[in-house]
């Protein structure tokens, strides 16, 4: 069946511009989760969704980030007014949502912010 | 604070012998443990993962041993293939509370695996 899918794969946007990133789960994943590795670093983890709900926002690295799930599936993580450090890969991962213990990630979209 | 540890950047392996990539945490509290491989240009996907109740998982070539009072776990990948030749990742995640489904990764471990 169709794994994770990301959108766009690629972005390359001005620094204070807004940006979108959207996610599609695996049909059937109840569970979502936004990560990202910047250069150098590991893969951090940002936020997750159960259903339409977020829990605990507080992996999101400032109030310029947001997210958002709509009817249990596509979700969208928005950054607005763009920095520089912003710039990383940002990881989508879905699970079923009593098997967090196995997440599988889209193929990530390549944000850069010049 | 970094709670989970990959202290070999890389390690390198012939073909049809053993890798063993190693991993250490922290956090005692953490209830799952999780091994990932990435490509470059690609989405981590994952392997294998074993409950902290457990000592070894087994999935095919790979295979997952836990020490709980080390706070230390291996993945072993018998035989090696070049098509193995990837950064590993080990990601750790506890259950309870809002930390519910936060995976928290080590640094990566690069494999190379020569033919």
């Known amino acids: 069946g169709a794994g994770v899918s990301q959108s766009p794969s690629n972005k390359v946007t001005e620094k204070g511009k807004d940006v979108e990133l959207r996610c599609d789960p695996i049909s059937g994943h109840t569970a979502l989760y936004w990560y990202r590795q910047s250069l150098g670093q590991g893969l951090e983890f940002l936020i997750y969704?159960?259903?339409?709900?977020?829990?605990?926002k507080s992996g999101l690295p400032s109030d310029r980030f947001s997210a958002e799930r709509t009817g249990g599936s596509v979700s969208t993580l928005t950054i607005q007014r763009t920095q520089q450090e912003d710039s990383a890969v940002y990881l989508c991962?879905?699970?079923?949502?009593?098997?967090?213990?196995?997440?599988?990630f889209g193929p990530g979209t390549r944000l850069t912010v010049t | 604070d970094q709670q989970v540890k990959q202290n070999s950047p890389s390690l390198s392996v012939q073909e049809g012998r053993i890798s063993i990539l190693n991993c250490d945490y922290t956090n005692s509290m953490f209830d799952y443990f999780l091994w990932y491989k990435k490509y470059p240009a690609e989405g981590p996907t994952f392997l294998i993962s074993?409950?902290?109740?457990?000592d070894k998982n087994e999935d095919g070539r790979f295979t997952v041993f836990l020490n709980k009072s080390a706070k230390h776990l291996s993945l072993h990948i018998v035989p090696s293939q070049p098509g193995d030749s990837a950064v590993y990742f080990c990601a750790a995640m506890s259950v309870g509370g809002t930390s519910y489904g936060k995976l928290t990764f080590g640094q990566g471990t690069i494999l190379t695996v020569h033919p």
């Open positions: 991962a879905s699970s079923l949502w009593d098997r967090p213990y196995e997440q599988y």
């Open positions: 074993i409950s902290s109740i457990k």
């Open positions: 969704f159960q259903g339409n709900s977020a829990p605990d």
